[in-house]
C-alpha cells in the first residue's frame, strides 16, 4: 500500500518568515494531494490540495508543489502568521474520488510572534 | 459550509463493553464516509472506507469483527467498537465526503476520545 512520509515533525519560524513542509509518497498511481491543517482542539480542514496534472497550486499565502517523477510534494506558507501555528497533514490517494487516503505524521508548525 | 457531527465528543467505558460512535453529515449526502484512528501527536490513521449501502472496506490490520461499521444512509455511519479493551483508548474521527459535488473534499468530524477503563 501507500507510504506516505512528511518532514520535519516540528517546525518554528519567525512571524514573517516563510514555513516548507515536504512530503514523499510511494505509490505512483497517486494522484491527489491534499493538505489539512489540525489546530489544537480541532478537526482537521482541508487547506489545499493538488492533482497530479499540474506541478503548482497556489491559493494566497498558501502554495503546494508537485514532483511526480521523484514522489514527492511540498506546501509552502509565506508571510507567517501566529494563526498559521498548528499540525499540518499531507496525505496521498489515487483520486480525488479514491477510497483510501493515506496521511503523512504531520508538521507540528509554531510561528513565534 | 459543509458540517459533519460526531458524536459522543468523549466517552469512559468498562473493559468488555461496546460503544457506539456516530458520525452525520449535516448538509450534504455523504457517499463515502472514512473512519480514523488518531494517536497523540500522530497522524491519522486510516481505519476503514464505507460506501452508503455497501460493507465497509477495512485496512490492512483493522478487525472488523471489533470495529462495525455500518453506512445505512447517506448522512449517517456508524462505529461500534466491539468488546473494547483498554488498548483500544484512543481519539476515533470520521470524515464524509459530498459525492455530489464533485470536489471530493473530505469534511472531518470533532472526533471521539474513546477511554477503556
Known amino acids: 500500500g501507500e507510504n506516505v512520509e512528511q518532514h520535519p515533525s516540528t517546525l518554528s519560524v519567525q512571524e514573517g518568515d516563510s514555513a516548507v513542509i515536504k512530503c514523499t509518497y510511494s505509490d505512483s498511481a497517486s494522484n491527489y494531494f491534499p493538505w489539512y491543517k489540525q489546530e489544537l482542539g480541532k478537526r482537521p480542514q482541508l487547506i489545499i490540495d493538488i492533482r497530479s496534472n499540474v506541478g503548482e497550486k497556489k491559493d494566497q499565502r498558501i502554495a503546494v508543489t508537485l514532483n511526480k517523477t521523484a514522489k514527492h510534494f511540498s506546501l509552502h506558507i509565506t508571510e507567517t502568521q501566529p494563526e498559521d501555528s498548528a499540525v499540518y497533514f499531507c496525505a496521498a490517494s489515487i483520486s480525488v474520488m479514491g477510497n483510501q487516503f493515506y496521511f503523512g505524521t504531520g508538521t507540528s508548525l509554531t510561528v513565534i510572534p | 459550509g459543509a458540517v459533519v457531527s460526531q458524536h459522543p465528543s468523549w466517552v469512559i467505558c468498562k473493559s468488555g463493553t461496546s460503544v457506539k460512535i456516530e458520525c452525520r453529515s449535516l448538509d450534504f449526502q455523504a457517499t463515502t464516509m472514512f473512519w480514523y484512528r488518531q494517536f497523540p501527536k500522530q497522524s491519522l490513521m486510516l481505519m476503514a472506507t464505507?460506501?452508503?449501502?455497501?460493507?465497509?472496506?477495512?485496512e490492512q490490520g483493522v478487525e472488523k469483527d471489533k470495529f462495525l461499521i455500518n453506512h445505512a444512509s447517506l448522512t449517517l455511519s456508524t462505529l461500534t467498537v466491539t468488546s473494547a479493551h483498554p488498548e483500544d483508548s484512543s481519539f476515533y474521527i470520521c470524515?464524509?465526503?459530498?459525492?455530489?459535488?464533485?470536489?471530493?473534499?473530505?469534511?472531518f468530524g470533532a472526533g471521539t476520545r474513546l477511554s477503556v477503563l
Open positions: 464505507s460506501n452508503e449501502g455497501s460493507k465497509a472496506t477495512y
Open positions: 470524515s464524509a465526503r459530498d459525492g455530489t459535488s464533485g470536489t471530493g473534499i473530505q469534511y
